[in-house]
């Protein structure tokens, strides 16, 4: 499978899927799978092993042979991870949507991703779309605190899933 996103009108290179091998037995009680994907050609390819238990994506770690917690996957959920800086991200989740790509019909989680720093300041919000069967999202926009306004947050860039082959 091949998904093609655009930012800001312009394609960017082709991402690539060679492997989904779903209901994997790799966690107890979870529904698990197998990907293998590149982000760009000719770019390292990634394997993960994938696990959903009680609406929380996790990710195995094979430098802690532990599973890591990445992203709630069901409406109406909040979750804090903690990151190697000191920093957090919050996930927030709306609710579940259908959106149609390349004539595929994808559930689409509405999320918002707020990275903040060390002493609590948020520094990055991503708005996403996010389908958990292809575990990555289909469209967002990556925002930062505007300077001016305390409340208020200026676009950085907007990204779209347009094709799914």
């Not at 994997?24 to 990634?46: I, S, Y």
């Not at 903690?82 to 989680?109: C, D």
Request: aromatic share 6%; with cysteine.
């Amino acid at each position: 499978m091949v998904l093609i996103y655009a930012s800001e009108g312009q394609d960017q290179p082709p991402w690539s899927i060679d492997l989904v091998e779903a209901g994997v037995l790799l966690k107890d009680n979870a529904d698990c799978a197998r990907t293998r994907l590149r982000r760009r050609p000719g770019g390292p390819l990634e394997d993960s092993r994938l696990c959903v238990e009680h609406n929380v994506l996790y990710s195995w770690d094979p430098d802690r042979s532990a599973w890591l917690p990445q992203r709630p996957v069901g409406a109406g959920m909040a979750l804090v991870l903690p990151r190697a800086n000191g920093g957090t991200v919050r996930y927030v989740t709306g609710s579940m949507n259908t959106e149609v790509i390349g004539g595929r019909r994808l559930q689409v989680l509405e999320t918002t991703v707020t990275t903040m720093d060390a002493s609590g300041r948020a520094v990055r919000r991503l708005r996403e779309r996010y389908a958990v069967t292809l575990t990555t999202a289909t469209g967002g926009r990556f925002e930062i605190p505007d300077p001016d306004d305390p409340t208020a947050w200026r676009t950085q860039q907007i990204f779209e899933l347009r094709q799914i082959r």
